[in-house]
């Protein structure tokens, strides 16, 4: 089996940040450095980004201002061993103002009993022809229903978009399957508290190339994650492509 100190692991769905969770850039570190990571997709916690607990959530300048020092957090982490990959948490002010060109992608997020994105919103549109112009990737999480509207009314042809726990929180990985999701050519997944079976599934079905690690940190452990997707004894290319090559090429599309 090849050695993972030869290459650069990625682990590419982390929550980080400091203002109403105590997931800091410290404690993140220290769990990838033992687990020998030294990529990191960083996001702010959805805490950090709007209420979660009150569907009738009202964004307010005050929350507005919490997200932007969410996202200047991981903007200003700098380490001397781990490459750090900053997402954009949008949120319904669509602040495509503020995306800048250091971020590598987008995390668009929700669960069926929070705040609802504002999909009508013309900077929404707004916001999905900047990200279409830098051909940023979307990490989405959203219901079955918003997530298939969103992909059929929103999402721009060129831009790809990555279905994080392949699927668990967007309807489930065979709902997504019956509806042909993951046969789209611009459709990726992660392998975030994934079970094995799913993975081998998809593996069987629609090949490597899509398909990226993460952990989803601090809900699952980024070793722990990492072990599971090691015992599954996949061929050495196929792991290491999942383990950081696949991401890597993704991000190499983007544009400026």
Excluded at 112 to 130: I, S
Excluded at 167 to 175: D, H, I, P, S
């Amino acid at each position: 089996m090849e050695d993972l100190n030869s290459f650069q692991v990625i682990d590419m769905h982390l929550h980080c940040g400091c203002q109403n969770v105590p997931w800091t850039w410290e404690g993140v570190r220290a769990r990838l450095r033992a687990a020998g990571i030294r990529g990191a997709g960083l996001i702010p916690p959805v805490e950090d980004i709007y209420d979660r607990y009150d569907p009738n959530f009202i964004d307010t300048p005050a929350w507005q201002a919490t997200r932007r020092r969410a996202h200047r957090y991981l903007l200003d982490l700098a380490d001397p061993e781990i490459e750090i990959f900053p997402y954009f948490f949008v949120w319904n002010d669509f602040a495509w103002e503020e995306l800048g060109e250091e971020y590598a992608a987008i995390k668009w997020h929700r669960h069926a009993d929070e705040p609802v994105y504002h999909y009508d919103d013309p900077r929404c549109r707004e916001f999905l022809a900047v990200v279409r112009r830098r051909r940023l990737p979307i990490l989405l999480e959203e219901t079955l229903a918003n997530t298939l509207f969103f992909m059929e009314n929103l999402l721009p042809p060129e831009v790809p978009l990555i279905i994080p726990h392949l699927g668990a929180l967007n309807g489930g990985y065979r709902a997504l399957a019956q509806a042909g999701v993951w046969a789209l050519p611009m459709v990726y997944a992660d392998t975030s508290l994934a079970s094995p079976g799913e993975i081998e599934d998809y593996l069987s079905r629609y090949g490597s190339e899509r398909l990226f690690f993460g952990s989803d940190y601090p809900f699952g452990d980024p070793a722990s994650q990492l072990a599971r997707l090691r015992r599954l004894g996949l061929p050495p290319g196929v792991e290491r492509g999942i383990l950081g090559d696949n991401f890597r090429r993704l991000l190499a599309g983007r544009t400026s």
